[in-house]
T-cell receptor, first 114, second 112 residues
Framework: GAVVSQHPSWVICKSGTSVKIECRSL??????MFWYRQFPKQSLMLMAT?????????EQGVEKDKFLINHASLTLSTLTVTSAHPEDSSFYIC??????????FGSGTRLTVV | KQEVTQIPAALSVPEGENLVLNCSFT??????LQWFRQDPGKGLTSLLL?????REQTSGRLNASLDKSSGRSTLYIAASQPGDSATYLC???????????FGGGTRLMVKP
């Protein structure tokens, strides 16, 4: 089946620093990847859609300068949380879509900003 | 705008019971429907993908049905086990296939 690898699984950073999260499709090419944020005991909230070779599409209320997305190849998308603050602490999950398997999700990244 | 609802929000059962989780959606013009499982602090694991032309899909002890006309899908779990304890989410893509709408999930606890 389709596999999406997400790294790191958890990260702790100091306030004001930037953190990069990687999302890779291992056995299929993904022209589109998705980035979600999840708060405790809540469902996933779509942040942005990452398109290979073009700019990401951000959902309303998501700051594109805060959450930088780069989709440089058909198998890799990155989310960089810039100048992180404690309110950015959350669980971030990426996803990619394939024709055969629908949406496949990464294992998520727990970000804690101290 | 598509809205997806899952009932019940939480469920606690003894081991061995057969379970039915419900998912309803407001726009029946869906491309497919997908059921996921999420363990605490983890990502989502795809369980079953039902195309719009299909009525059901089976994987092991799991069976998912789809009734597009009524806007419903059910996930049937046979002979539940403690390892089945997790949150179960259903989701449908928009027509362009570039966005998933999730239900609120059903938090399942199977007691030994």
């Amino acid at each position: 089946g389709a596999v999406v690898s997400q790294h790191p699984s958890w990260v702790i950073c100091k306030s004001g620093t930037s953190v990069k999260i990687e999302c890779r499709s291992l056995d299929f090419q993904a022209t589109t990847m998705f980035w979600y944020r999840q708060f405790p005991k809540q469902s996933l909230m779509l942040m942005a859609t990452s398109n290979e070779g073009s700019k990401a599409t951000y959902e309303q209320g998501v700051e594109k300068d805060k959450f930088l997305i780069n989709h440089a190849s058909l198998t890799l998308s990155t989310l960089t949380v810039t100048s992180a603050h404690p309110e950015d602490s959350s669980f971030y999950i990426c996803s990619a879509r394939s024709r055969s398997y629908g949406y496949t999700f990464g294992s998520g990244t727990r970000l804690t900003v101290v | 705008k598509q809205e997806v609802t899952q009932i019940p929000a939480a469920l606690s059962v003894p081991e061995g019971e057969n379970l039915v989780l419900n998912c309803s959606f407001t726009d029946s013009a869906i491309y497919n429907l997908q059921w996921f499982r999420q363990d605490p602090g983890k990502g989502l694991t795809s369980l079953l993908l039902i195309q719009s032309s299909q009525r059901e899909q089976t994987s092991g002890r799991l069976n998912a049905s789809l009734d597009k006309s009524s806007g419903r899908s059910t996930l049937y779990i046979a002979a539940s086990q403690p390892g089945d304890s997790a949150t179960y989410l259903c989701a449908v893509p928009n027509n362009a296939g570039n966005m998933l709408t999730f239900g609120g999930g059903t938090r399942l606890m199977v007691k030994p």
